[in-house]
């Protein structure tokens, strides 16, 4: 027997597809740019949550998913510059 999808999860995948259209939409400077703040981010929580200093634990989490995106985005768009070329 399939499981339903909550309403949660619905509204969480709404979100994740907006996001994913929202870094497809900018430009490949634009991308490199957030993706190296977010690591800077990603990088401070580290030593935060290595000191036991660290408020928002679910920050974590989406930062990682946030660069994840980035990253799978940049790579399509060089896929596909490769392919018209």
Known sequence: MAK???PAKKAT???VASKADDFRAKSVDELATELVGLK???FNLR???ANG???NTGRIRTL???IARIQTVLTEQRRAAQTKA
Request: proline residues 0%; hydrophobic residues 30%; without cysteine.
């Open 40 to 42: 800077k981010e990603q």
């Open 13 to 15: 995948a709404a979100k």
């Open 4 to 6: 339903k999808a909550t």
């Open 64 to 66: 990682r998913r946030d």
């Open 53 to 55: 200093q660290v408020e």
């Open 47 to 49: 030593f935060q949550r």
